[in-house]
């Protein structure tokens, strides 16, 4: 739908599937379905998105995101989830004609600094970003930097 938009910003993403054991999402999803609840990986999904320093330093923002992810509905979860364990678009993206910046965490294990690399050296002309002491969600770990990183990126399109 390029006729819909001026440019990309995509984040912390990934090319195909994300990285992980093969029992990594039946194992979740079983833990889900028991407890009738997203509670019980709250704290492991905490763990994969924000890297250690975040919740000393923000407590209060750490404890909202984390709600969030425990009171998300099961459904919702594993719907999502199963919508990307197959997921591959890298035949795809050197199609993408529009202006691109990849920017991800460089400690973030469910989707690698690499795979963004891949995806910003595949799209013809994407620039790439890294930030640094982060994880799965900069923008929250980093609003400051990431707010700043976004608007420029705006303004320049």
Known sequence: HADRLRSLMLTGT???AVPGPPDMWPDRFAAIRKARSVAPIADATMT???TEAFRPARENRWQQVRNMIA???PEG?????????AFDVLN???DVRLPTLVV???DDPGTPAEGNRHIAALIPGARYQEIANARHIPMVEHPQLFSRIMLEWLAAQ
Request: contains cysteine; glycine residues 12%.
């Open 104 to 106: 991800c965490g460089d």
């Open 92 to 94: 795809r993206l050197p």
């Open 77 to 85: 979860y594993i719907g999502g989830a199963e919508a990307i364990i």
């Open 48 to 50: 994969r998105w924000f």
């Open 14 to 16: 990934s090319p195909k």
């Open 71 to 73: 009171n998300t509905t």
